[in-house]
Nanobody, 122 residues
Framework: QLRLMESGGGLVEPGGSLRLSCSASEFFLDDYGIGWFRQAPGKEREAVGCINVPGSNVHFADSVKGRFTLLRDNAVNTVFLQMNSLKPEDTAVYYC???????????????WGQGTQVTVSS
């Protein structure tokens, strides 16, 4: 079963930044649209943002628009989620997902990672 690997989570103060990475060792991401999702304790998983195969089109949830950016670097087979101006309400486990030839993977995506914890607290 193909899997993604997230990294870069941690504890950060409000207003701080983190960069999450989504990579794969068994397949190339450049054929896949990549989506980021998050799930906070007691809440349902929600979509954060997504990037299409060419990397030319990105979408973000209203809650993170203007603060988060997405970049794919095919040379290192990784998609980065840059998170700036972090707020306590951004605290969650963040997951990336891949869907072949998709502009924006949904929660029905085929391939998922194990998640990385992001905690925003002073």
């Amino acid at each position: 079963q193909l899997r993604l690997m997230e990294s870069g989570g941690g504890l950060v103060e409000p207003g701080g930044s983190l960069r999450l990475s989504c990579s794969a060792s068994e397949f190339f991401l450049d054929d896949y649209g990549i989506g980021w999702f998050r799930q906070a304790p007691g809440k349902e998983r929600e979509a954060v943002g997504c990037i299409n195969v060419p990397g030319s089109n990105v979408h973000f949830a209203d809650s993170v628009k203007g603060r988060f950016t997405l970049l794919r670097d095919n040379a290192v087979n990784t998609v980065f989620l840059q998170m700036n101006s972090l707020k306590p309400e951004d605290t969650a486990v963040y997951y990336c997902a891949a869907q072949v030839n998709s502009d924006c993977p949904t929660s029905d995506a085929d391939i998922w990672g194990q998640g990385t914890q992001v905690t925003v607290s002073s």
